[in-house]
Each structure stands twice: as structure tokens, then as C-alpha cells.
């Protein structure tokens, strides 16, 4: 099985500053790997696909980048509805889909 | 726009089996994606239980594969989930998932793009 591990496991900065968030596999995934967006008491929200690609109607200050085993997913310039939980997810190795542990990025 | 609602009973005793249905409407259960189950634990991250084809084809967690048994039933656009013997750490909010299929550079994979609102499910007597 695939671990993934993220860090940090919490980052804190302020709206407008630039947030950078890693996704480290234990094994190559290739570039199959997703970013999620999770709020308190909602459901995750699918950001990055295919390690670099944006869902629809994802803003463009999202961008992911990596490949292999080193993923990152960097926020240009922090809004205030971007303060969340951000998980990585490997589709590599299936089955099973393995989760990162999250990241929880707060206001500062 | 798909939308995915979750239901079943929100408490369940230990040892027993916890069981939800996933119903799906806007898009048809019988597209080129899969249908998951996701759970996360109070506080905690998330695990990914196993996933259904419309055909009935089936991949699961193999750390739960012994007590998950997920099934489909187009008629009604829908797929469920059973978890038999629970305990205390089966405890957590259930969400229910479509994995859509997303092509690039020549190559295509499934990720979860659609998502119920969960439900949480509490093992205890």
C-alpha cells in the first residue's frame, strides 16, 4: 500500500500570503495524484487532478505541481475561504485509494 | 449537476451491521464512472472503503474487505454499502462518492469529483 505523507501538518499564515503544501509518496504514483479542499462539516471539494490539472471551476490561485513521489499544491495568494483542510490522494496503486493525513491551513 | 444523498440509520450497535444507500440523481448511475464509499472518524482524516461499477464490478479496501459488501441497483439509481460486525472504530461520518474519470496526456484516471453530504454513523449500545 501506498503512504502518502503531507507536510506540515499545520500551516499558518495570513490572507494574501502564499501557501505552499507538500504530498510525499511512499512509492512513484506517476502524476496520479488529487488535492482536496475539506471545510468543517462539509464534504471534500476535488481541487487538482492528475497532479496539475484544476477542476472545474477552481480559481486559478490554485495550482499543483510534481510528479513521481514529491507533490505540491501552492496557493498564490490566500483568501479567507481558502483557510481549510487540504488532503493529497494517490490513484496509482488502486486498490486501495490511499488519503494523506491533511494539512490544515489557518488563519494566522 | 449530480447530486448524492446518503441515508441510513445514524446509530448501530456493536457487532451489528451498519448499512447506507447512496442515491444519485442528475446523472445516471450506468456512466463511465465508479461509485465510492469514504469515511472519516470524528476529528480524524480519510479512508476510501471500496467502489461499484454500474456492471457490478467491485474494489474494496483490503483492510475492511472481510466485512464490506457495496452493491448497485440501477433501477432505482442508487448503490449501498453494508459493514458487518462494527465496532466503536467503525464510528464516522459516511460519505458516499463519484468517482468520475478525467483524461489527460493520453492517459485516464478516476477521482472523486461528486460528493454526498455524509451522514454520520455512531457504533454503540
Known amino acids: 500500500e501506498i503512504v502518502l505523507t503531507q507536510s506540515p501538518a499545520t500551516l499558518s499564515l495570513s490572507p494574501g500570503e502564499r501557501a505552499t503544501l507538500s504530498c510525499r509518496a511512499s512509492?512513484?504514483?506517476?502524476?496520479?495524484l488529487a488535492w482536496y479542499q475539506q471545510k468543517p462539516g462539509q464534504a471534500p471539494r476535488l481541487l487538482i487532478y492528475?497532479?496539475?490539472n484544476r477542476a472545474t471551476g477552481i480559481p486559478a490561485r490554485f495550482s499543483g505541481s510534481g510528479s513521481g513521489t514529491d507533490f505540491t499544491l501552492t496557493i498564490s495568494s490566500l483568501e479567507p475561504e481558502d483557510f481549510a483542510v487540504y488532503y493529497c490522494?494517490?490513484?496509482?496503486?488502486?486498490?486501495?485509494?490511499?488519503f494523506g493525513q491533511g494539512t490544515r491551513l489557518e488563519i494566522k | 449537476q449530480v447530486q448524492l444523498q446518503e441515508s441510513g440509520p445514524g446509530l448501530v450497535k456493536p457487532s451489528g451491521t451498519l448499512s447506507l444507500t447512496c442515491a444519485v440523481s442528475?446523472?445516471?448511475?450506468?456512466?463511465?464512472?465508479?461509485w465510492s464509499w469514504v469515511r472519516q472518524p470524528p476529528g480524524k482524516g480519510l479512508e476510501w472503503i471500496g467502489e461499484?461499477?454500474?456492471?457490478?464490478?467491485?474494489n474494496y479496501n483490503p483492510s475492511l474487505k472481510s466485512r464490506v459488501t457495496i452493491s448497485v441497483d440501477k433501477s432505482k439509481n442508487q448503490f449501498s454499502l453494508k459493514l458487518s460486525s462494527v465496532t466503536a472504530a467503525d464510528t464516522a461520518v459516511y460519505y458516499c462518492?463519484?468517482?468520475?474519470?478525467?483524461?489527460?496526456?493520453?492517459?485516464?484516471?478516476?477521482?472523486?469529483?461528486?460528493w454526498g453530504q455524509g451522514t454520520l454513523v455512531t457504533v454503540s449500545s
Open positions: 492528475d497532479a496539475s
Open positions: 512509492q512513484s504514483v506517476s502524476s496520479y
Open positions: 462518492a463519484r468517482s468520475g474519470i478525467y483524461c489527460s496526456g493520453g492517459s485516464c484516471s478516476y477521482y472523486f469529483d461528486y
Open positions: 442528475g446523472g445516471s448511475i450506468s456512466s463511465s464512472n465508479w
Open positions: 490522494q494517490q490513484r496509482s496503486n488502486w486498490p486501495p485509494g490511499t
Open positions: 461499484i461499477y454500474h456492471s457490478g464490478s467491485t
